[in-house]
């Protein structure tokens, strides 16, 4: 550019000159002037090739410069475009596999509730079965000699029921009041007999009828064991009984077959004494025969 600059400014100054020389001053101005002005211009503004050179070289670094970061940028861009990709496919592997895990957990969750809907199944028909068991039983309770399919409702059978433990309740307090009283020894054992009989009944009626005071089941344990205490405790008021008869009979015969009569008749039920009562039912009839034959002899 500077070479051109100095072409330019030489034509210009050779122009004006020939041009003054002419004596044509404006066209030498204008023209010549022009193209000096121009060529000086270019002269301060040209570069040299050296300076050229560095330039372009100076251009290339600079293009190859933005190229590498172009390339960083894109190799950035990529790398980044290939976390996102592995993210998401990550993030597809993990849905995948909790879509997995609530499909498993619901087939399972399907399971436990099949599981527990036929536990409650098999638990209903168990209540049912022993509820109907149990009203079978309590059928047989207040109907003698009853059927083996049930004929009551509940609520038929739960009133039977309350009669029935009513009932015995009366026969239960006529017999104690019997067997505490009574020096006979066949309404002793009978009654006895029968009041563990309807006790027997009144504790099977427990889980069915509300009882107040004392169960029937407790009485019961407590008649099991004074059972023995209360046999001794007939056995002197039939024994002081006997002795009051046969304190007024006459002849010897009559009051040694009264005092036989007491030992046949307790003989009867030494299946239910325990040895101490057999053997003190023994001691009486010994010491009341021997009374009575040393009485007359």
Do not use: W
Not at 95 to 115: D, G, H, I, W
């Amino acid at each position: 550019m500077r070479i051109a600059g100095i072409v330019l400014t030489s034509i210009g100054a050779l122009g004006g000159i020939m041009l003054v020389a002419e004596g044509d001053f404006y066209s030498a101005i204008l023209g010549g002037g022009v193209l000096f002005a121009v060529g000086i211009i270019m002269i301060i503004k040209g570069k040299s090739r050296k300076e050229i050179a560095q330039i372009k070289a100076a251009k290339r670094i600079e293009q190859e410069k933005r190229q590498e970061e172009y390339r960083k940028v894109k190799a950035e861009k990529q790398k980044i475009e290939a976390e996102a990709r592995k993210e998401r496919e990550l993030i597809r592997e993990k849905s995948k596999a909790e879509k997995q895990r609530l499909k498993l957990e619901a087939k399972k969750n399907r399971a436990e509730a099949e599981r527990l809907k036929a536990e409650l199944r098999k638990e209903q028909e168990h209540n049912h079965e022993k509820e109907r068991e149990n009203l079978l039983a309590l059928q047989k309770i207040v109907l003698l000699n009853g059927p083996d399919e049930l004929i009551l409702s509940k609520s038929q059978l739960q009133e039977n029921a309350e009669m029935r433990a009513e009932q015995s309740i009366k026969i239960v307090q006529d017999c104690v009041n019997l067997i505490n009283n009574t020096a006979n020894p066949d309404v002793y054992f009978k009654r006895y007999e029968m009041l563990k009989h309807h006790m027997h009944i009144l504790e099977r009626l427990e889980p069915y009828v509300k009882f107040f005071g004392e169960l029937p089941s407790v009485s019961l344990n407590k008649m099991n064991k004074d059972e023995q205490i209360s046999i001794k405790c007939f056995i002197d008021r039939y024994y002081d009984s006997v002795g009051m008869k046969v304190g007024k009979l006459r002849t010897e015969d009559a009051k040694l077959n009264h005092i036989q009569r007491f030992h046949d008749k307790l003989e009867e039920h030494f299946g239910i004494m325990n040895q101490e009562n057999i053997n003190y039912v023994n001691d009486l009839y010994n010491t009341a025969f021997n009374t009575v034959f040393c009485e007359y002899h």
